[in-house]
């Protein structure tokens, strides 16, 4: 059992971990600065980390940029109030991601495209799907053996889709429920505590579309953005690096 939970938690939290840290705030927003060879480093592990349902970093960028540009409007591609329930908008998000990662979505403001960090080769070895079957057989194998009983495998979908899980519950709850600090934005954007306590910063959601290039997602005293406090390390050692002072 003991097995089985430190697998699962371990997959949630560094998932969460790289999908917020790598995806969103440096590959979406450049945040901060790393050098070529350290995005390499963390393509790869993001990847790995990730496994069976790793996000492609060029198509989430243009999503994510979409959103924020089209914040729950019909061209939002994962706004709760343009569906009826979470499973529709992950659908319509999911047909949004294929279509970018095949070129065919119509991108009419050309700034989205721009400037998004990219290693075109390893990206196209990530998206097949035979490596994701072969970490999908490994998962399998990992709860065969630790798993204690049959219900310990209800576990095993929501590893397999535990990138675009955690997504969905972002942009589903982080525009439908939560209070507000900020009233100005023109979108239903909300802070939800205490959901953010699994999501570890990312749905401070009201905060981030106030300022989306505000590298802590923490506005008020109360509120606590765990990304933002575990990656310091990353600055302090210069793995990462804040972005120069503009003159
Ligand atoms: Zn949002
Ligand atoms: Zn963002």
Redesign the pocket.
């Known amino acids: 059992m003991e097995v089985i939970l430190t697998f699962f938690g371990l997959h949630w939290f560094l998932s969460l971990f790289f999908h917020s840290l790598f995806l969103?705030?440096y590959v979406?927003?450049q945040m901060y600065c790393m050098s070529e060879r350290t995005f390499k480093v963390f393509s790869v592990l993001t990847y790995l980390i990730q496994g069976p349902s790793a996000l492609n970093p060029r198509a989430y960028a243009i999503l994510?940029?979409l959103?924020?540009k089209y914040s729950d409007t019909p061209d939002d591609p994962h706004s709760p109030m343009q569906h009826a329930n979470i499973f529709r908008m992950m659908l319509r998000t999911y047909k949004v991601y294929q279509a970018i990662i095949k070129r065919e979505y119509p991108i009419q403001d050309t700034a989205i495209e721009q400037q998004i960090p990219n290693w075109e080769s390893f990206e196209r070895f990530a998206n097949r799907w035979v490596p994701r079957f072969l970490m999908m057989g490994i998962y399998f194998l990992v709860y065969l053996q630790f798993a204690p009983s049959p219900i310990w495998f209800v576990l095993l979908p929501i590893q397999f889709v535990t990138g675009p899980l955690q997504g969905a519950i972002v942009n589903w709850f982080g525009h439908k429920v939560g209070y507000v600090n900020y009233r100005d934005l023109g979108d239903h954007s909300r802070n939800t505590l205490p959901l953010d306590l699994i999501t570890f910063g990312e749905l401070f959601q009201n905060n981030?579309?106030k300022a989306?290039h505000r590298f802590n997602f923490a506005h008020k005293w109360f509120e606590l953005d765990v990304v933002y406090w575990v990656s310091k390390p990353l600055f302090w050692v210069g793995v990462l690096k804040p972005l120069p002072a503009k003159a």
Request: glycine share 0%; no cysteine; aromatic share 0%.
């Open positions: 969103h705030r979406s927003h994510h940029r959103h924020h981030h579309h989306p």
